[in-house]
């Protein structure tokens, strides 16, 4: 299909305004179709030839203020409109149909029970699959509709819904909406419902996790009023959207979707077995980020997809800074700094990198923007901005900003505006070099003189620290600092942290590498320890430091780390470092600590046993016969002796690494199934089977990846995740000319969202030699790369460079 591109939409904005939509929708027509059938009430400035945007199955019928529309010549994506008159009526009757790829209207069947279950993906450009729209931001206009659905689903959208006789449901109308906007959800789902300060609030998830849902639905009530009556409190804007739904829904291929008055999650974040605190922590963040989108986003939005990061970047900052502020999650920005702002530094260094802010020529690059640049880069931005304008000057200027532009679109430049009024600042050129340059800043410290370097430079904001060898901070100060040296004055002492405080973005490089190793455990603020954990690895993925040398600070200093999500990802990097950065010779060794490091948790230490439960799962080393015995051991109990329960989730990875390391054939696999036969289970036992060692088991598993159309992008996801495993070099070696010859023409098959994790999980990240460098970058040689599968490779190309920098280091 044509992508919209920027030029057209412009020339559709002049031309058009949207009145209406009302939509009705048939969900009764069997497994594969749907009926569509939209009214669109517009005005057009003049007769010019437009176009109305719908991708159905079938287009049975369409007219223009009542004379029919010849569609015979249609050409399956966008439908003609000739001299439109002043103001129009287009009816379009459409059938439609499902998907598996969690785009359009996706249908799902829960292997629990066999019950189906609906939701819509909309975003970027998918609302045509579903309804007949002009399928861009800012041709917003207020949405009926109207679902027809079996008598027994419950319906919900982001209107307030009501069942006006069996199986039929009537929506209020919307807010002026953005189509990528539309949600809906229906199936026999099971729904827990609350109210607070007057807006309406429920739950909803399949039946299958009604007990899980029931179970965890206090605490995620808690989380969304904390969030709603902070977010009432900075913006002096009441939600505007009436009730406010949140939807889990299966196979959802994001991690949620911001819909105005029904925001849809991964059922994931309904935890079926045991969580950490981290796991909870994350749930909190993706509640707060998708409320804020209710004002960045859906109250004010964008006007075109160059500015994605007004979305974004905003969402992702408030996100943080609200459950620190509101819940009990208040070390959040510990987790920003170690997890999200690692992912942003990754992307701010790839071939790939670009602007905060930067120029989209049509829909499809769009897809392109969102990563860590987009998110963790733009919040830290925001961030650094927030230290150098004052909180109160910011929130007035966001208030400023919501109050001009309600239910409108707006710009980067209309938020500048906002901003410098309520500052007295002219912000054009902190815009310039913050958000339309890409890059990272690495920041060091020379004798008495702060060096910047990276191009352009950038005035930052930063803490600088001192701590004694006890870890004790001796004093904190705030500097300015600008161009490429800044000189400051400062007392000897054990360790001077630059960016004390994560105030700003940039890297750090240490005067003393060693003594980190030394100090790390004895500092008690956690975002100290997050800044030096993220340093060293930083230090690691950049060849400054050996991997060896993060291995140990992780023998040393994860004993003493507090912070659950910090674990998490420590060990995250450990495995990298271990599978990857680390000479193969060395590999068994490094997962054997790893794994010793877990063990000795596991008794020590309640409050963090299940992700070194967790931990000692996924490092046990290969060929250790009391390795396997333990794992096989902690399948054959409910609870483990140190009081960890063996529930689906930790079961699951301890099947896949028996089975990565040969320990558990596809009997044991199907017998893991049939005790968790759930939709979950399915992935699972798919990625379980992906990751045995046996020639049919990987050919079953790539044949999977590379040419099944019918299955859910879940399980795809699934099999390419498990697919290469460090230790099965051998085995795989052929697959490395059969990604680079097969997954061009795998990408014109699959939706371009499917393409780029696909791509991603299915690249040879383990086969780390110059032969399997050289054969990817021949791959991108070629021309007949799509957008996304280019991007892909590109990025993963560069991790596979690294490691090998790593290795020779």
């Known amino acids: 299909m044509p992508s919209l591109t920027s030029a057209e939409a412009t020339r559709r904005a002049a031309l058009l305004r949207v009145d209406s939509y009302h939509v009705e929708l048939d969900l009764t027509r069997g497994d594969e179709v749907f009926g569509s059938t939209t009214t669109i009430r517009f005005r057009a400035q003049s007769p010019e030839v437009t176009f109305v945007d719908v991708t159905p199955r ?50 799902f069947v829960d292997p629990a029970d066999g019950q189906a279950y609906l939701y819509a993906g909309m975003f970027v450009d998918n609302a045509p699959a579903v309804f007949a729209c002009f399928d861009q931001p800012d041709l917003k206009a207020p949405l009926t509709l109207t679902v027809t659905a079996d008598p027994q689903w419950t319906v919900v959208a982001n209107g307030a819904g009501r069942q006006t006789a069996p199986g039929r449901w009537e929506f209020t109308e919307t807010a002026p909406l953005a189509t990528y906007f539309v949600g809906l959800a229906a199936g026999p ?41 902070r977010y009432h409190e900075m913006f002096a804007v009441r939600y505007p959207f009436g009730k406010y739904d949140q939807v889990f829904a299966p196979e959802f291929t994001m991690g ?33 980020h998708e409320m804020a989108h209710m004002w960045f986003g859906d109250l004010v939005t964008l006007r075109w997809w160059d500015d994605v990061w007004l979305n974004e970047s905003f969402a992702e900052y408030m996100g943080s800074r609200v459950i620190a502020e509101a819940t009990p999650y208040t070390d959040a920005w510990t987790s920003f700094a170690t997890g999200r702002k690692a992912w942003g530094y990754a992307a701010d260094q790839r071939p790939s990198t670009h602007p905060v802010v930067g120029e989209v020529p049509d829909t499809a690059s769009t897809l392109l923007l969102f990563d860590g640049i987009c998110y963790a880069k733009g919040a830290s931005v925001l961030r650094q901005l927030v230290a150098w304008l004052g909180d109160e ?52 410290l020379d004798g008495g003189v702060i060096v910047q370097d990276g191009t352009p430079s950038r005035p930052h904001r930063i803490g600088v620290g001192r701590y004694d060898r006890s870890g004790a901070r001796l004093d904190r100060i705030e500097v300015d600092i ?26 750090i490089r240490l005067t003393d590498w060693p003594a980190v190793i030394d100090l790390l ?59 990857q ?48 015995a333990t794992l096989r051991g902690w399948l054959a109990v409910e609870r483990t002796d140190f009081g960890v329960p063996v529930d689906p989730e930790l079961r699951w990875q301890i099947a896949y690494r028996l089975a990565a390391l040969g320990e558990l054939d596809a009997a044991d696999i199907d017998a893991e199934y049939e005790r968790d036969h759930s939709g979950t289970g399915a992935e699972q036992a798919a990625r379980c089977r992906a990751a045995r060692p046996d020639p049919d088991a990987k050919a079953a598993a790539w044949q999977t990846v590379v040419a099944d159309e019918t299955l859910s992008q879940r399980l795809l996801f699934a099999s390419a995740d498990g697919f290469w495993q460090p230790g099965q070099e051998a085995l795989t070696q052929t697959y490395i000319g059969r990604y680079a010859g097969q997954m061009p023409e795998m990408a014109t098959r699959r939706h371009p969202q499917v393409v780029s994790r696909l791509a991603d999980l299915a690249y040879p990240r383990y086969a780390v030699a110059p032969e399997t460098l050289d054969t990817m970058r021949r791959l991108l040689t070629r021309d007949d790369l799509t957008p996304m599968l280019r991007r892909a490779v590109v990025d993963a190309t560069d991790e596979l460079a690294r490691s090998l920098a790593s290795r020779g280091r």
């Open 482 to 507: 600008d161009g490429p040296g800044t000189a400051i004055e400062l007392a000897p002492a054990d360790l001077v942290l630059l960016n004390d405080g994560d105030l700003s973005y940039a890297k």
């Open 189 to 229: 789902y099971h729904g827990v419902h609350s109210e607070h300060d007057g807006v309406p609030m429920s739950l909803y998830a399949r039946r299958s996790l009604a007990e899980h849902l029931d179970r965890d639905a206090p605490e995620i009530f808690e989380i969304t009023r904390a969030c709603l009556d």
């Open 521 to 579: 455990p004895r500092i008690t603020d956690s975002l100290t320890r997050a800044l030096l954990w993220q340093a060293v690895w930083g230090a690691v993925r950049d060849a400054v430091l050996p991997a060896g040398f993060y291995l140990r600070l992780v023998a040393a200093g994860l004993p003493a780390e507090t912070r659950v999500t910090v674990v998490e990802h420590v060990l995250d990097n450990a495995w990298h470092a271990a599978t």
């Open 393 to 444: 000057a910011f929130l007035a200027g966001l208030r400023d900003y919501f109050a001009r532009h309600r239910h409108g679109n707006a710009t980067l430049a209309d938020l500048l505006a906002a901003l410098g009024r309520a500052s007295g600042r002219d912000l054009s050129a902190w815009a310039r070099l913050w958000l339309t340059t890409s890059g990272v800043n690495t920041l060091s």
């Open 581 to 628: 950065y680390l000479p193969a010779s060395g590999r068994v060794d490094a997962l054997a600590g790893i794994y010793e490091v877990c063990r000795s948790m596991l008794t020590r230490d309640p409050e963090r046993r299940l992700a070194f439960a967790q931990g000692a799962a996924r490092f046990a080393p290969p060929g250790d016969s009391a390795v396997v």
């Open 256 to 288: 949620a979707m911001e819909n105005p008055g029904i925001v849809t999650f991964r059922d994931e974040y309904v935890f079926r077995s045991a969580a950490t605190e981290a796991q909870h922590e994350r749930r909190a963040a993706v509640i707060a």
């Open 58 to 107: 079938t287009l049975h019928a369409a007219t223009l203020n009542g004379v029919p529309l010849d569609v015979a010549g249609f050409d399956g994506d966008r439908l003609a409109l000739r001299e439109p008159s002043a103001e129009n009526v287009l009816v379009i009757e459409a059938t439609m149909a499902y998907t598996r790829s969690g785009t359009g209207l996706h249908r």
